[in-house]
């Protein structure tokens, strides 16, 4: 390892010691806990080179884990306090919504699942695998990851119940762990899309106007109110109470078909903006339409945007 290298893990350990200094490990622990995520990391990633895996690294979260992995109680008090999502939900509470889920109106499977995965954080299912956290390669944040991985090993032994995850090796529990959900990826963009479009026929004119104005005319806040005679304020609170509607009643039709995420940002990013365009309420069109019989004069270039 070059001088630089060293220099780099050596500041990456004192950043994570002033970060969480209720959490104490020995730089040499430190070390060689970090050698055996960059050994996990490159099963996944075979042409990941050192400096490519510090430079990744969640550091924090690989401490965290480190820390729990050494079995200090301030480290389990912290992971228990993890947030989920943009509920702010804590992580057991997170677990507890995927395992009613997976297992609905079966309280006991539900604890079982739960204590289960709890129990294997630091001890190994059978003798030929590792614990859940000594999987952890420190590339990705970790409360995703452990709910990822809580999902995959119920969705595991649901679907082979007479071979549990706990008699798989070690090659099998990775791949297990690691895979997507069967359901693909393009079925649940499919299925947000089709919520966001259920979604927008619920909103009446005033609200397709605000939508419009906001989206479809590029207006800026300020702009917005001026033009409806409102205050910038109101203007804000109504935006805020139409996004909060607009996540809810989405993930709550998606939770309905079966999906077990957190976080629709993914699906917002890559969806919402075609969503939005093809809608015939929020065409240039029928937005002016609207408008006029609002009363609301705008000039804005009558070109869709591009």
């Known amino acids: 390892m070059s001088t630089l290298s060293e220099l780099r893990i050596h500041l990456l350990y004192h950043f994570c010691r002033i970060q969480r200094p209720q959490l104490v490990i020995e730089f040499s622990s430190f070390f060689e806990h970090l050698k055996r995520m960059y050994e996990r990391a490159r099963v996944m990633q075979p042409d990941l080179d050192w400096a490519g895996f510090v430079s990744q690294l969640q550091s924090l979260d690989a401490y965290l ?3 729990c992995l050494e079995r200090q109680e301030a480290a389990w008090d912290n992971l228990f306090q993890s947030k989920v999502g943009r509920a702010d939900r804590l992580l057991l509470d997170a677990l507890r919504s995927r395992a009613a889920r997976l297992y609905p109106r079966m309280e006991l499977e539900q604890e079982t699942a739960i204590n289960d995965f709890w129990g294997h954080l630091i001890v190994s299912s059978s003798e030929e695998s590792l614990p859940i956290l000594a999987r952890y390669d420190g590339l990705r944040p970790l409360v995703p990851w452990l709910l990822r991985v809580f999902q995959n090993r119920q969705l595991s032994n649901l679907r082979s119940p007479s071979h549990r995850v706990a008699d798989l090796g070690d090659d099998d529990l990775l791949q297990a762990f690691e895979k997507p959900d069967t359901l693909s990826s393009s079925h649940w963009h499919e299925l947000f899309r089709d919520a966001t479009r259920a979604w927008l026929t619920t909103l009446n004119d005033q609200e397709l106007i605000l939508l419009g104005l906001r989206w479809r005319y590029q207006l800026s806040q300020r702009e917005s109110a001026q033009l409806l005679g409102i205050h910038e304020g109101t203007l804000s609170r109504q935006m805020d109470k139409l996004r909060e509607r607009c996540l809810t009643e989405i993930q709550e039709q998606l939770e309905s078909q079966g999906w077990t995420g957190d976080d629709l940002q ?39 945007p591009g």
């Open 266 to 304: 993914d699906f917002i990013l890559s969806e919402m903006a075609t969503v939005l365009l093809e809608d015939s309420r929020l065409s240039m069109a029928s937005l002016r339409q609207r408008l006029k019989k609002a009363g609301i004069k705008i000039q804005v270039p009558v070109s869709e």
């Open 65 to 67: 884990v480190m820390a």
